[in-house]
Nanobody, 111 residues
Framework: QVQLVESGGGLVQSGGSLRLSCAAS????????MLWYRQAPGKERELIAI???????SYVDSVKGRFTISRDNAKNTVYLQMNSLKPEDTAVYYC?????WGQGTQVNVSS
């Protein structure tokens, strides 16, 4: 079982930036695909970013060009840099190495 701990959420004004971190336990980190999801109030959990073990990335259209996923294998940490934030980005953000999930970190974007 992989332990995942997210951090970096908070309150930011529209147009601002945040960087989320997800620290993982265990040496399997570098061999796995990492994913970021988010869940807004009243909505289903949504996959927003993927990074494979080979470094390939993919994004949902709504965040493409604004969010960047990256990983530091030496630190067993994956990041989500979020720029040009919008109120509709307000959600709880989760990282996952399937089937394990972090506890989530809240991001609130004010207009």
């Amino acid at each position: 079982q992989v332990q995942l701990v997210e951090s970096g959420g908070g309150l930011v004004q529209s147009g601002g930036s945040l960087r989320l971190s997800c620290a993982a336990s265990g040496s399997i980190f570098s061999r796995n695909t990492m994913l970021w999801y988010r869940q807004a109030p009243g909505k289903e959990r949504e996959l927003i970013a993927i990074m494979t073990s080979g470094g390939d990335t993919s994004y949902v259209d709504s965040v493409k060009g604004r969010f960047t996923i990256s990983r530091d294998n030496a630190k067993n940490t994956v990041y989500l840099q979020m720029n040009s934030l919008k109120p509709e980005d307000t959600a709880v953000y989760y990282c996952t190495i399937p089937p394990d999930w972090g506890q989530g970190t809240q991001v609130n974007v004010s207009s």
